[in-house]
């Protein structure tokens, strides 16, 4: 996304108040300012009350002091073409300061500000203003909408310290205006001075200083370096040529004896070097490109407290400090070019353009296999990992050191792989971790059968609790281990590992019967029987002593037994017996868990 205005740093000098000192607290002396017009400075108190005991105006509240300014600066321009204008106030971002903005050619009537921002800097920025951040910070709230101005209206500014520390603030206009109009976009005439306004210069510039005064005879000249005035020997001539900061006085003897004096201040600034940008990709599923992240390339070594950092789409929007790119860039599809301007904060003049880089939207590496994956107690291993034919830009390193797809593991435990896309020395890259998890084949250990009634209850036993489940005959299959209402007769019973370690299906037998009996001819529980044995093909029951000799051997067509062996009653004791049927196959099976003990009481 563009910036919906341009800008064009006028004006912009900060820290070097050693050097320029244009701080004036009370609106009548408000230092004026103009094209090529440093300003800088720190604010010591408010001098007298320009709002005379008011407690408001605009978004300014009274302060502290009681007054609204604490520690206040006040400048006034006037508008030499028509256009889009803002400025950008930039200072320490552990500083809160705010700004009022008049349109107005008189002190004593101010009325109300046509821009004001008295929001408190706790998210740190570096600038407040009209118009837009110049680093391209779209949330900074510290901005207020941009001034359209037409020739010749003039505006009063005011910049007030809001915070215990002051260590200066500086300023830069801003707007197309600067664009259309790059020399006379501010009127220069409100500055009287022979000389002209104070002149900030990049190094290495060459500053032509001109004192021409119609019928003058003489011309001397001055450097001020922080001693005092000293004669510049040699340098007699009305125009002189400087290449170092200082203050410079022009000594112009006229005809009738009087000498008019003249100074300005030049400051020079360094020259920014754009270091060399490495191409980058923006990789696929990201949503923005966070420009920020080049700046370090772009400075190299130089103090990033000292540049502005901006990217633009066109080298021609580098070249005019326009449209800047914000840090948060939405991302597009394809590649592009993104300029980068490295510009003097001293000197928004001083930059350099010469460096850009291609940011591409690359493909991420989209790995779409199992996250989590069993290797079954009967399994040597298993192989993890990719399993569709491998990208040729793509390459995987597996946290084990291999360098494959796919990955051969036999022991339980947690894998990672990193898949990377290269294209042209652009990386992208994907992490997905497996865990290997060792799970065993479940077995029926034991089937219990409750109820011994035409719905019984049948309960299936495992040597595992977990990750099983359970079907009885064609039904679905279930969590629980548990079947309710179910027929006498045969029945499978099917358990499955939901790792996919195996299924188990076993034939069991559903039947009833006594766990004792008194067979003792009084009428009641005289027999014993096995309830259900009907729904089996050619059933057989063998009965055992606890010796292991068979006492009785029935069938589908016996009553049940009495108790007698060969007609003779049999004591109370313990017996068992075998259930066995003719199966599907024409086989005779022994009927498995079947509790088959039972007592005679007598």
Not at 387 to 411: A, F, H, M, R
Request: hydrophobic fraction near 35%; glycine fraction near 8%.
């Amino acid at each position: 996304m563009k910036h919906k205005g341009s800008w064009f740093y006028l004006a912009f000098l900060f820290g070097v108040s050693c050097v320029f000192s244009q701080v004036a607290p009370d609106c009548v002396n408000a230092v004026p300012i103009c094209n090529n017009t440093p300003v800088n400075g720190g604010t010591l108190d408010f001098g007298v009350d320009d709002f005379y005991g008011a407690q408001m105006t605009g978004c300014l509240e009274a302060t502290t002091t009681g007054a609204i300014e604490s520690n206040s600066a006040w400048y006034r321009f006037r508008t030499g073409a028509s256009g889009q204008l803002g400025f950008n106030i930039g200072f320490d971002t552990s500083e809160d300061w705010d700004f009022a903005l008049y349109k107005t050619s008189d002190c004593n009537a101010l009325g109300d500000p046509v821009r004001c921002n008295f929001f408190d800097n706790k998210d740190e920025d570096a600038f407040i203003g009209v118009g837009e951040d110049p680093t391209g910070d779209l949330s900074n709230v510290q901005y207020e909408e941009w001034l359209q101005v037409e020739p010749g209206e003039d505006y009063y500014l005011l910049i007030n310290n809001f915070s215990n520390s002051n260590s200066g603030f500086s300023i830069q206009f801003s707007g197309n205006i600067f664009v259309t109009n790059p020399y006379d976009a501010l009127d220069c005439s409100i500055i009287s001075n022979l000389l002209g306004p104070p002149i900030a210069a990049c190094e290495n510039d060459i500053v032509t200083l001109d004192a021409t005064l119609g019928t003058a005879i003489t011309y001397d000249w001055y450097q001020d370096n922080g001693l005092g005035f000293q004669p510049i020997v040699g340098q007699h001539n009305a125009v002189l040529q400087v290449s170092t900061s200082g203050t410079y006085r022009a000594n112009v003897g006229m005809p009738d004896g009087s000498t008019v004096i003249s100074d300005v201040q030049v400051f020079y600034s360094t020259l920014p070097v754009a270091f060399p940008l490495t191409d980058d990709a923006s990789c696929s599923g990201a949503t923005s490109y966070n420009l920020s992240q080049k700046d370090i390339e772009v400075l190299g070594t130089q103090n990033p407290s000292e540049f502005i950092v901006s990217y633009h789409d066109t080298m021609a929007d580098a070249a005019n400090g326009i449209d800047v790119l914000p840090k948060t860039l939405a991302i597009g599809s394809g590649s592009r070019t993104i300029y980068a301007r490295v510009t003097s904060i001293d000197n928004p003049k001083c930059y350099d353009d010469s460096q850009y880089f291609q940011l591409t939207n690359l493909e991420s590496p989209v790995m779409d296999f199992e996250t989590e994956v069993y290797l079954c107690d009967q399994q040597l291993s298993v192989v993890i990992g990719e399993s569709l034919p491998p990208d040729p830009n793509y390459t995987y390193l597996w946290d084990s050191g291999e360098t494959t797809l796919s990955l051969e593991v036999s022991q339980e435990g947690t894998y990672t792989v990193t898949a990377t896309n290269s294209i042209g020395g652009l990386t992208c890259s994907d992490v997905r971790t497996v865990e290997v998890v060792k799970s065993i084949t479940p077995v029926i250990t034991d089937v219990l059968i409750d109820d011994l009634q035409t719905n019984n209850t049948v309960t299936v036993l495992t040597n595992v609790t977990s990750d099983v489940e359970f079907q009885l005959d064609d039904g679905d299959f279930q969590a629980s281990n548990v079947f309710l209402d179910v027929l006498p007769g045969l029945h499978r019973v099917t358990v499955t590992d939901r790792n996919g370690c195996g299924t188990l299906t076993e034939q069991i037998t559903v039947v009833g019967f006594p766990k004792f009996f008194t067979p003792n001819g009084d009428g009641r529980n005289d027999y014993w029987q096995i309830v259900g044995i009907s729904e089996l093909e050619n059933p057989v029951v063998n009965i055992y002593d606890r010796f292991g000799k068979l006492v009785k051997q029935l069938d589908e067509t016996h009553t049940g037994w009495d108790g007698r062996y060969n007609g003779r009653p049999l004591p109370s004791s313990d017996y068992w017996f075998e259930l066995s049927y003719i199966d599907s196959s024409g086989q005779r099976m022994n009927a498995k868990y079947v509790n088959n003990h039972f007592s005679i009481k007598r």
